[in-house]
C-alpha cells in the first residue's frame, strides 16, 4: 500500500525557535500533500493544501508567514515552523494523494513541544 | 463544518460484526464518501471510499444509501485492533474535513 513517511516523530526545543518537518511519499509521486494539526482530544485540522511546484493554499486563520510550506518534488514536502512558541505545541500530521479524489494517506505525525 | 454525523462512540465484542453509521443528508452528487480511521498517537488510516455503490476491500465494506444521504461502514469481524476512532467524510476535490468521529470500543 501507499506509504508516507514523516520526519521527525517528535521534537522538543525552546521557545523562538524554527522546526522543519518533512513529509514523503515512498512509493507513489504526490501532486497534492496536505498539513494537519490536531491538539489533544481533538479532531484533525487542515492548515494548508500543498500542490508541487506552486505555493500552498492556507485554510482561514493559519498564518502563512508562521508555518511556512515548500513543495519542491512530487515526493516531498516540508513544514517549518518559524519562532515557534508554546502554543504552537500539537501534534502535525501530513498527508499525500497521488490523484484528486484518491485517497489520502498519512503520515505517522509529529509532536512537537516547545518549551 | 464536517457536514457528516456520527455518533460519540460505539461499542463491540471482539470476533463480532460492527456497524458504523454515518449520516450526510446534505451531500452533493459530487461528494465522495471516505472513512479514515485513527490509532492514539498516529496519523489516520484510509479505510475505505465509495461515490454510489457499495464497496468492499480487505479492511471493510462500506453501505451507501440509495439516496445517499447515509452510509455505513461494516467491519465484519472486529479485532482489538479495530479499536479506534473512525471518521466518515464527505468530500469534493479531496480535501478532507474531519469531524468527532466514532470512538469504536472492542471488547475481548
Known amino acids: 500500500g501507499a506509504v508516507v513517511s514523516q520526519h521527525p516523530s517528535w521534537v522538543i526545543c525552546k521557545s523562538g525557535t524554527s522546526v522543519k518537518i518533512e513529509c514523503r511519499s515512498l512509493?507513489?509521486?504526490?501532486?497534492?500533500m496536505f498539513w494537519y494539526r490536531q491538539f489533544p482530544k481533538q479532531s484533525l485540522m487542515l492548515m494548508a493544501t500543498?500542490?508541487?511546484?506552486?505555493?500552498?493554499?492556507?485554510e482561514q486563520g493559519v498564518e502563512k508567514d508562521k508555518f511556512l510550506i515548500n513543495h519542491a518534488s512530487l515526493t516531498l514536502s516540508t513544514l517549518t515552523v518559524t519562532s515557534a512558541h508554546p502554543e504552537d505545541s500539537s501534534f502535525y500530521i501530513c498527508?499525500?494523494?497521488?490523484?484528486?479524489?484518491?485517497?489520502?494517506?498519512f503520515g505517522d505525525g509529529t509532536r512537537l513541544s516547545i518549551l | 463544518d464536517a457536514k457528516t454525523t456520527q455518533p460519540n462512540s460505539m461499542e463491540s465484542n471482539e470476533e463480532e460484526p460492527v456497524h458504523l453509521p454515518c449520516n450526510h443528508s446534505?451531500?452533493?452528487?459530487?461528494?465522495?464518501i471516505h472513512w479514515y480511521r485513527q490509532l492514539p498517537s498516529q496519523g489516520p488510516e484510509y479505510v475505505i471510499h465509495?461515490?454510489?455503490s457499495n464497496v468492499n476491500n480487505r479492511m471493510a465494506s462500506l453501505a451507501i444509501a440509495e439516496d445517499r444521504k447515509s452510509s455505513t461502514l461494516i467491519l465484519h469481524r472486529a479485532t482489538l485492533r479495530d479499536a479506534a476512532v473512525y471518521y466518515c467524510?464527505?468530500?469534493?476535490?479531496?480535501?478532507?474535513?474531519f469531524g468527532q468521529g466514532t470512538i469504536l470500543t472492542v471488547h475481548p
Open positions: 467524510i464527505r468530500t469534493s476535490y479531496g480535501k478532507l474535513t
Open positions: 512509493d507513489f509521486q504526490a501532486t497534492t
Open positions: 500543498s500542490n508541487e511546484g506552486s505555493k500552498a493554499t492556507y
Open positions: 446534505t451531500i452533493s452528487g459530487t461528494d465522495y
Open positions: 465509495g461515490l454510489t
Open positions: 498527508s499525500a494523494r497521488p490523484y484528486s479524489n484518491q485517497p489520502q494517506h
